[in-house]
């Protein structure tokens, strides 16, 4: 198979192009660096199965010959970029989003939308299962990436019911690992950095929000049998074992000891969802998934990810 993965240059897009890749099929990666580095994918460069287009993807996507997949993960994601970038982000969820469908079309091939648990909101319903609708503030400063991962998901679903287009729509649930920038701004990739330079870890609010974290490895391997299984309706993919934000902050402190880091209290960001874990019974039943790493585990494989560049580029976090 021939595949193209939008957005190859980020965290989770470089991640998918090595699977891929490892499995045999050959990969066109796109992307335009708005939040991506060529360095996430600058071990492919020069391989045969591998080719490269830098691209802004809510522009005509034009590429050679036959194609079997789209996988459309371009897109800011950490809600400190797409707070700075609030229209590029509703424009990659809208047009891009109708330019990677339009060449899904033209190539009969099949197509995978990286959606996400922000289109259930602040959730009133816990854990949320897909038939949840969801309780989104359209205009508050988060409705810039929930509303266009929303409208990206009713036009995937248009361009299958109307145009039969083969689509998958996964659910991601907040996901971590090697790859993710320093600068990034989610939670994960902030409390390591912080904890590794010893400064404060920027907890918003009060701490009890609540997160379920996914090892990279383990959403990719989801994504891989959604994108092979016959499953159209949106499938949540994560990691159902729910933290507090604090939890997380003393567990990052409990593995990076000796550097004097503590607990710096910030305000709590608009819109801040409350709660979230996924509820993956779906997956479970219909992709075998489920996953396998637990966070602790997680990030012993991702701290020293982010310990070579602090100590080599004198990288910082980033908070809201
Ligand atoms: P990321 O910011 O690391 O990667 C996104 C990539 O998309 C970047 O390389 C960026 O340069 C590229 N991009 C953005 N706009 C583009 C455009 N117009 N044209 C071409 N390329 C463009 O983020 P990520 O965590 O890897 O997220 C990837 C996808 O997964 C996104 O669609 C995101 O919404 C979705 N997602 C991620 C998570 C998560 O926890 N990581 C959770 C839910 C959904
Ligand atoms: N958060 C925090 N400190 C940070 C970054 C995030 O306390 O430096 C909190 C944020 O308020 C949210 C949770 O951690 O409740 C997850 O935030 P993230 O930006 O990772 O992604 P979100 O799940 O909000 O999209």
Redesign the pocket.
């Given at each position: 198979m021939k595949v193209l993965i939008?957005?190859?240059?980020?965290?989770?897009?470089?991640?998918l192009c090595d699977r891929f890749l490892a499995e045999g099929h050959q990969v066109v990666g796109?992307?335009?660096?708005?939040?991506?580095?060529p360095d996430?994918i600058a071990h492919l460069f020069g391989r045969g199965d591998f080719s490269f287009v830098r691209?802004?993807?809510?522009?005509f996507i034009y590429v050679e010959g036959p194609l079997d997949g789209v996988l459309?993960?371009?897109?800011?994601?950490?809600p400190v970029?797409y707070l700075e970038?609030p229209i590029?982000?509703l424009?990659?969820?809208s047009?891009?989003t109708h330019k990677a469908l339009g060449l899904a079309k033209a190539k009969g091939a099949r197509f995978l939308?990286?959606?996400?648990?922000?289109v259930y909101g602040d959730p009133l319903v816990h854990p949320q299962p897909e038939s949840y609708w969801g309780h989104v503030n359209p205009v508050g400063p988060r409705g810039v990436?929930d509303e266009a991962?929303r409208f990206a998901e009713a036009m995937t679903m248009a361009y299958h019911r109307f145009h039969g287009v083969e689509t998958r729509i996964?659910?991601?649930?907040?996901?971590?690992g090697p790859?993710?920038?320093p600068g990034?701004g989610?939670v994960v990739s902030n409390f390591i950095v912080q904890a590794l330079r010893g400064e404060p870890l920027s907890v918003y609010g009060d701490g009890s929000q609540t997160r379920s974290f996914?090892y990279?490895d383990d959403?990719v391997e989801g994504i891989f049998r959604l994108f092979h299984s016959d499953r159209v309706d949106p499938t949540n993919i994560?990691n159902p074992i729910e933290f507090t934000v604090q939890q997380l902050a003393d567990q990052v402190l409990e593995m990076i000891p000796g550097t004097g880091s503590v607990v710096q209290r910030h305000p709590l960001p608009e819109d801040d969802p409350k709660v979230r874990r996924p509820d993956i019974t779906l997956a479970r039943e219909v992709l075998g998934w489920e996953p396998r790493v637990p966070l602790r585990e997680g990030l012993e494989r991702t701290i020293p990810h982010f310990r070579t560049l602090v100590e080599r580029h004198d990288l910082s976090a980033r908070t809201l």
């Open positions: 939008t957005g190859a240059a980020g965290f989770l897009g470089s991640h796109m992307d335009n660096f708005i939040t991506g580095h996430n691209h802004d993807v809510t522009n459309h993960f371009a897109s800011p994601a950490s970029d970038q590029p982000t424009k990659v969820g047009l891009g939308l990286a959606s996400t648990s922000e990436y991962k996964v659910r991601i649930f907040n996901t971590y790859r993710m920038r990034d989610r996914c990279v959403l994560g």
